[in-house]
């Protein structure tokens, strides 16, 4: 019984940690705060090591391979959760609409968005692009007060990796941006 389901188990459970870890140490690399990696990655190299041990002691038994792969999946998903969850970091946001801009660059400035406005003429004429700087965490109310406007604008949405100061919505209403 405890070889052919419990052993299984806790290797999955040890998978989907790990892999989980493996993703939140990856994302905090990307986004240059390296404080936590080597603890994370040492505890999750632990939690691997473990998890390959009891594969390679039950070689005859399937299911710890099942349990073993299975984590690798789920923890995979699970990971992605909770990246998503975390938010951390910054994203440019660049709005390209044929509708006059003024009204949507109020709209986000009224919402302590740092916003910076430029005319362009793109391949249809001219056009209004909006370039802003958002936390992940605010991106969908960003959004919101864009589809708002206008809901057919184009707007693409990229990941940076620092930014050195702006006006951001965390920040008091009265808010200027930081000094360089």
């Known amino acids: 019984m405890f070889d052919w389901t419990i052993m299984p188990l806790l290797i999955f459970a040890a998978r989907v940690i790990d892999v989980s870890m493996n993703t939140v140490r990856i994302i905090l690399i990307a986004k240059g705060r390296r404080a936590l990696v080597p603890i994370i990655g040492f505890v999750e190299i632990l939690i691997w090591l473990f998890a390959f041990r009891q594969v390679i002691l039950n070689l005859s038994n399937v299911m710890c391979y099942i349990g073993f792969a299975g984590g690798f ?3 995979s998903y699970v990971g992605m959760i909770i990246e998503e969850k ?3 970091g910054y994203e440019v946001l660049r709005v ?3 509708k006059e801009g003024l009204t949507l660059v ?4 009224k919402e302590n968005f740092g916003v910076t406005p430029l005319d362009a003429r793109g391949s249809t004429g001219k056009v209004n692009v ?3 700087i958002v936390q992940r965490k605010d991106i969908a109310r960003a959004l919101e007060i864009i589809k708002e406007f206008n809901p057919k604008a184009f707007y693409s949405i990229e990941d940076i990796r620092s930014v050195q100061s702006g006006v951001f919505p965390s920040m008091l209403s009265t808010a200027q941006p930081a000094a360089k």
Request: glycine share 6%; hydrophobic share 55%; no cysteine.
């Open 106 to 109: 109020e709209a986000l400035q």
């Open 96 to 98: 390209i609409t044929k």
């Open 130 to 132: 909006i370039f802003t």
């Open 86 to 88: 975390m938010a951390i």
């Open 73 to 75: 999946s789920v923890g």
